[in-house]
Every structure is written in structure tokens, then in C-alpha cells.
């Protein structure tokens, strides 16, 4: 029974869903409907076992002295601290989104400078590594080199300034190379997962159960 | 031979400050280069200008703080476009850590057009389960946003009171950092023929283009430069258009330090050969 009431519930909810696509009139669209406001309620606790899992592995790092321990220290003390202002701010403020209040002063000199600092710091390891890597060594290596020049050039008002063609050209390598590649990946991920999908509802695919 | 081996392995450090110098600059020095306007944009910007004057226009904010400097001037030209029209604007966010960008946008735009909170705009934050939300609000917004980010029931919220479903709503602009684009496309674009115009990522805008394609979006505002040229268009410069200088210098210095980098590989590599 382990197995086979969550086996049911896939099935049954799959059929649902894929049905009422088909067929939204009454009593299936309800039924659609509150499936799909359960599944928003258990997303939310799902948010409560991440914030579980993540205070309780990085609390084990502190206790047992692990490499990078301080580092689990800072988020700890970055958890609470964002915690405690979120709390404040919802006992003291209109909304957590208020300018001026605590939770919004922690999210824009921190978690702002914080994450922008983290992806900026790509464009400096992109420049170094393209510098490197990109060498014209064999025939497919030289194309992707020129259409990458071509689109950087393209895509950037200096281009246009240097050429028209560099633009025009840019856009055309967008829309027909570009896409006819991008359109045969779409086709194969959505056919794979259509056939995933189908034996996860069918029950032969159970390793989402383990 | 010694000055092509130095070309060949210049030191990162060395790129790294040539790199935070033309990007700097620019920005600094506020230069400017005119912007080249492309049809994508060019049909976003007319999916928001051609909807009669009060039409209820869907703001999604799915993207951080990672993502806000191509984004987040999409958002702020988009909103002021939208209330420059006098739309009507209903926000959230798909992205938790992203909805606070969309609540300074309407903070920092709203005001310049005398718009009211509840009347003319309403931020309704954030939920969890975006797919399922995308399918649900097809049915009643009330089910999955039973109040706004205040916690204001929404039936207490002038605007909101005949807005229901899509078929209430006119336009979605979509800002996105992820797959939240194309899941909207999917499921409120294909399901509920909710009209669509997506504003996205360097990254994530070549995904876009077969949509546009296929006529699923009504427009496409890709990058930082689909940024500067929506400015350009609502005649309002913000830091789409000054990004796009410090972008610029920023490929041309790149691209010159990859030939530098082939030149110097290649006769390094002759020279070693013969």
C-alpha cells in the first residue's frame, strides 16, 4: 500500500488535469481548480521543509566544526536577521514590501548588492575565458567565432555605427539559424517530456517514489 | 616572438581592469549612442500603444536582483508607458526575491502620472506554484489571490472588482529571468488567448524568438538593448540607454581580445612549427 496509494493519486490527478484540458466544463473545471490550489498550498510547505533542511545541515556544520563553518555561521545569522526584520516589519508596517521599512532596508543594502555582486562578477570570468578559449582552431570552432562576433557586434548600438549590415545581419542569425536549432532541441525536450510525463501517470516511471 | 607569446597569455588581471574601465566610464561620463530601434520591440511598445485608454494591463515580475539591470528598465519604461496611456495595471511576481523590484518600480513611476493606488494600480505580491496559478487565474484570480499584498481583500479594491479572469484582462507583459516566460506563453497565451508581450534576459530572449515567430507574443523587448530601445521609443532615458554605451565597449573590448588572443596563438604556433 506503500506504493500504491501515492501511485493512485499520481493517476488519478494526471487524468484529471489532462482531461479537464480537454474538457473544462463543470464538475471537472472545479475539480481542476482546487487541484491546482492544492498544489500552491503544498509548494508553500515545501518552503518550510527547504528552510528545514538548509538551518538544520548548516547548524551540524557549526556543531561539528566542518571546513567552511564560519560560512554556515554568516548564513545562520543572515537567516535570522533577514527572519527577524521580515517579523518586524509585519507587526509594524502597512506590508513587507514598504519602502523604508527593516525588511526592505535588508533587501535592498544587502540582498541586492549581494546577488548583483555574485552575477557581475560573470562578465569579468566570461571575458578572461573567451579570451582563452575561443581560438579558431578547426573549421566549426572558426564559425562559431565569427557568428558569436557578429551577433556581440550586432546586438550593441556601436554596431550599427560600424555597419548596418552588422545588425541586419545579427537579427538574421537570430531568427533563421538561431531558431531553427532552438525549434529542434523545443521539439525533442517536448516530446521527452511528454513521454516522461505519461509514465509517471501511468506508474512506470516510480522513481519519484523512492 | 616575445610580444606574440605576451599575446597570447595576457594576465587576467589585466583584462579584468581594461573591463571594469570601459564599462566604467560610460556610466560615469553619462555618454550616449544612438539607438538602432528593432521590430520586436517595436511591436511591444504598439501592443501597450494601441489598447484603448483603460485597458487592464498584467505586470509579471519574475526576475532578482541578478537580472534587474537588463530588467528592470524594461519594467520602469513598460509601467510608464502603460500609465502614460492611462491602462490600468495589475502586478505580481513570480519570483519571491524579485517582487520588491516590482513594488519600487510602481513607487518610483506611479506618482509622475498621478496614478492611485487601487484605482489606477494594484500589486497583488507573491504566491507559490506558479504553473498551477497560471492555469487557475484563467478561472478566478480570487482562488489563488484572495488579497493583495496589503492583504486587502480584492473585492475591496475598486479596480479589481469587475477583474476576474484573463478574459478581464487585456495585455500580460511578461519580465522574465527564467522559464516563467514560457510557461505564461503556454498555459495563459495558448489555453486562454491572453495576449502577451515578453521582456527578457540576453539569456533568456533567443528562446523568445520562436514565439514571436509563430505569433504566441505580440512582442519581444530582449536585453539590455531591448531596454534602451523601449526608452527610446517612450522618449524617456533611463539606464537601458547608458548600459548599452558600457555594453558596447565592453564586446569591443572582448572581441579585441580575442583576435589579439588568435593572432598571438597562431604565429606563436607557426613560429614553434617551422
Known amino acids: ?78 537567516f535570522l536577521g533577514t527572519l527577524a526584520a521580515g517579523i518586524y516589519t509585519w507587526a509594524t508596517s502597512e506590508s513587507l514590501l514598504s519602502l523604508g521599512s527593516s525588511f526592505m532596508y535588508v533587501y535592498t543594502y544587502f540582498i541586492i548588492p549581494l546577488q548583483a555582486t555574485m552575477f557581475s562578477l560573470l562578465a569579468f570570468f566570461i571575458a578572461s575565458a573567451a ?46 539559424p538561431q531558431m531553427a536549432a532552438k525549434r529542434g532541441i523545443f521539439i525533442g525536450v517536448a516530446l521527452g517530456t511528454i513521454a516522461m510525463s505519461l509514465r509517471v501517470i501511468l506508474g512506470l516511471e516510480r522513481t519519484y517514489l523512492t | 616572438m616575445k610580444i606574440f607569446e605576451k599575446i597570447a597569455n595576457i594576465d587576467s588581471r589585466i583584462i579584468y581592469l581594461l573591463l571594469l574601465l570601459v564599462v ?18 517595436k511591436q511591444a511598445y504598439q501592443a501597450i500603444e494601441q489598447l484603448p485608454e483603460g485597458s487592464v494591463v498584467m505586470f509579471s515580475v519574475d526576475y532578482d536582483a541578478s537580472s534587474a539591470p537588463e530588467i528592470q528598465p524594461m519594467l520602469l519604461a513598460t509601467l510608464r508607458h502603460a500609465f502614460s496611456k492611462k491602462h490600468k495595471v495589475v502586478l505580481l511576481g513570480q519570483w519571491a526575491l524579485g517582487l520588491p523590484f516590482g513594488e519600487i518600480g510602481l513607487n518610483e513611476v506611479a506618482p509622475q502620472f498621478n ?51 484573463y478574459n478581464d484582462i487585456d495585455l500580460l507583459v511578461g519580465l522574465e529571468a527564467g522559464q516563467a516566460g514560457e510557461e505564461w506563453i503556454q498555459f495563459a497565451g495558448a489555453r486562454y488567448g491572453l495576449n502577451i508581450i515578453i521582456g527578457a534576459t540576453g539569456v533568456i530572449a533567443p528562446d523568445m524568438f520562436h514565439y514571436m515567430q509563430a505569433r504566441q507574443i505580440r512582442g519581444l523587448i530582449g536585453g539590455l538593448q531591448g531596454a534602451a530601445e523601449y526608452e527610446t521609443m517612450i522618449n524617456h532615458l533611463g539606464t537601458g540607454v547608458a548600459g548599452m554605451v558600457a555594453q558596447s565597449w565592453a564586446h569591443l573590448l572582448l572581441l579585441g581580445f580575442i583576435i589579439a588572443g588568435n593572432v598571438g596563438y597562431f604565429v606563436v604556433r607557426r613560429r614553434k612549427q617551422s
Open chain 1, 1 to 78: 500500500m506503500k506504493k500504491e496509494i501515492p501511485l493512485a493519486i499520481t493517476f488519478i490527478t494526471g487524468l484529471i488535469i489532462i482531461v479537464t484540458f480537454f474538457i473544462p466544463h463543470q464538475p471537472l473545471g472545479t475539480m481542476q481548480q482546487r487541484l491546482l490550489i492544492w498544489y500552491s498550498i503544498v509548494l508553500g510547505f515545501t518552503m518550510l521543509l527547504g528552510m528545514d533542511s538548509l538551518l538544520r545541515s548548516n547548524l551540524q556544520r557549526i556543531a561539528r566544526r566542518s571546513p567552511g563553518w564560519p560560512f554556515a555561521l554568516v548564513l545562520i545569522i543572515g
Open chain 1, 131 to 176: 579570451y582563452r578559449a575561443f581560438r579558431a582552431r578547426t573549421l566549426e570552432a572558426t564559425l562559431l567565432l565569427i557568428t558569436a562576433a557578429v551577433v556581440m557586434l550586432g546586438r550593441v548600438p556601436i554596431g550599427a555605427e560600424i555597419s548596418q549590415w552588422l545588425p541586419d545581419s545579427a537579427s538574421w542569425i537570430m531568427e533563421v
Open chain 2, 24 to 41: 566604467l566610464i560610460p556610466l560615469v561620463f553619462k555618454l550616449v549612442l544612438p539607438i538602432n530601434l528593432s521590430d520586436p520591440v
Open chain 2, 115 to 165: 496614478a492611485r493606488y487601487g484605482v489606477d494600480y494594484v500589486n497583488l505580491g507573491y504566491r507559490p506554484g506558479y504553473r498551477a496559478q497560471m492555469v487557475g487565474l484563467g478561472r478566478e484570480i480570487r482562488d489563488f489571490y484572495a488579497t493583495d499584498y496589503k492583504g486587502t481583500p480584492l473585492d475591496q479594491i475598486p479596480l479589481m472588482q469587475g477583474i476576474h479572469n
